[in-house]
T-cell receptor
Framework: DAKTTQPPSMDCAEGRAANLPCNHS???????VYWYRQIHSQGPQYIIH???NNETNEMASLIITEDRKSSTLILPHATLRDTAVYYC?????????????FGKGTLLTVNP | SAVISQKPSRDICQRGTSLTIQCQVD?????MFWYRQQPGQSLTLIAT?????????ESGFVIDKFPISRPNLTFSTLTVSNMSPEDSSIYLC???????????FGQGTRLTVV
């Protein structure tokens, strides 16, 4: 799986949009971009994933650049409960490769 | 989604002893994994638990230290053997279910070895 690079930490004001970047310049054509988050003392939680089109669900939006070398996770209205470590993971969604390789992630702190 | 129950949620153990962690899922799953998260670190995959056969271990992890069982499609155990303080970590069970594209995680077992 391709390697990802994320900033170690970010701050966001409550109610504002949080934009979390991720670089994955070695991503291959059949690899998806996944985002998970881990709130303190809990197991990781799936947020969203995408291949090349932008995706949106009830939790977040995922914007993938046209060359697929980077992406941005957007939390449109961050709340204090969104404070967590956010992991960007590149994974081949096909075949039998279900393993996830976690990097260091970005610690997002939402401030009141 | 999948509901995953891990037991125990936390434990404090003496060095040299072993602890078995259980992972129970509310429905049959295709794949089960065990991860370790050392203090202040990210998650590292220990092994894939294979139903009815030996687990597949990642580099740096061996069966003698982390024996794993998976007797059926909803249950797995991870044993941390002959523990030392360096084994103090959170151990997490993760599952994939047929038809899903995302993994689900248990809440983890926080192990402290003294």
């Amino acid at each position: 799986d391709a390697k990802t690079t994320q900033p170690p930490s970010m701050d966001c004001a409550e109610g504002r949009a949080a934009n979390l970047p991720c670089n994955h310049s070695t991503i291959s054509g059949n690899e998806y971009v996944y985002w998970y988050r881990q709130i303190h003392s809990q197991g990781p939680q799936y947020i969203i994933h995408g291949l090349k089109n932008n995706e949106t669900n009830e939790m977040a939006s995922l914007i993938i650049t046209e060359d697929r070398k980077s992406s941005t996770l957007i939390l449109p209205h961050a709340t204090l409960r969104d404070t967590a470590v956010y992991y960007c993971i590149v994974r081949n969604s096909g075949g039998s490769n279900y393993k996830l390789t976690f990097g260091k992630g970005t610690l997002l702190t939402v401030n009141p | 989604s999948a509901v995953i129950s891990q037991k125990p949620s936390r434990d404090i153990c003496q060095r040299g002893t072993s602890l078995t962690i259980q992972c129970q899922v509310d429905s049959q799953v295709t794949m089960m994994f065990w991860y370790r998260q050392q203090p202040g670190q990210s998650l590292t995959l220990i092994a894939t638990a294979n139903q009815g056969s030996e687990a597949t271990y990642e580099s740096g992890f061996v069966i003698d230290k982390f024996p794993i069982s998976r007797p059926n499609l909803t249950f797995s155990t991870l044993t941390v053997s002959n523990m030392s303080p360096e084994d103090s970590s959170i151990y997490l069970c993760s599952v994939f279910r047929q038809g899903n594209t995302e993994a689900f995680f248990g809440q983890g077992t926080r192990l402290t070895v003294v």
